[in-house]
């Protein structure tokens, strides 16, 4: 349990400096309980509380975990080069409270990914050290075949790699489709191995991660959702 000012409230949650959140409360723009409230120097308690701010209504995070159904052609990268990041998709206090993604997706990956402002829960969720499956729906160029999915699961060595990298699942879903999960997060790594086994990836989406799947989310391409502490402890192996 903590209280806090009203401007320090505001501006934890990521809607601008504290001279800026000050001046939102004097003009009005807040109101808790139904009541609009002009005090910035009160302190009020911070566990659930919730507030109506620019027509809005929010629940004070200390920090926020979500999950976006990211789009192809935007960016994980903090500096988006050839598109748009994907912090673009979110609503601008994300930004201000330092939302990052947990590890990366490609620019023309669709799917699952993660975001938070929280550094140590980012650390721990893309530490290799943690194990965290995630499954992938990969549409190849080639038929997939019974030495593509063998190969996949046996191991394939790509070139800057000290050793074969093997898929943990890896199964046929349609002619030119196949699921994989990978354990390791590095960089292309299933358009990789795909080449690396004779293939080529022609799309690919991130469909679950841990235990929690996109499906269960019910989110559009470019939706986004809050994740609630069941969700989260998905997220975890073993659970
Ligand atoms: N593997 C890839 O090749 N790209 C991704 O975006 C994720 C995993």
Known sequence: MSK??????????GFGTRKYCRELVEDGELSINGEIVRSYKQAWETDG????????DWEYREHVYI?????????CSRKPSHHPGVLTLLPEQFSWRDVQP???????????????????????????????PKLYLATTAEPVTPELV???????QLHDEPAPLAAQVCRKTAEYQLEIVLEQGKYHQVKRMLAAAGNHCAALQRTAIG???LESLGLEEGEWCFLSPDQLALLVPGS
Not at 49 to 56: A, P, V
């Open 102 to 132: 947990v590890g990366r997706l490609d620019h023309d990956t669709t799917g699952m990914l993660l975001m938070s402002d929280d550094g140590p829960f980012i650390h721990a969720q893309s530490s290799p050290k943690r194990h965290v």
């Open 67 to 75: 999950v976006l159904n990211k789009p192809a052609n935007f960016e």
């Open 150 to 156: 063998n190969a996949l699961l046996a191991g394939v």
């Open 49 to 56: 509380l919730r507030f109506r701010i620019f027509d809005e």
């Open 4 to 13: 806090l000012s009203l401007d320090r409230i505001l501006q934890s949650q």
């Open 211 to 213: 235990q929690l799947t």
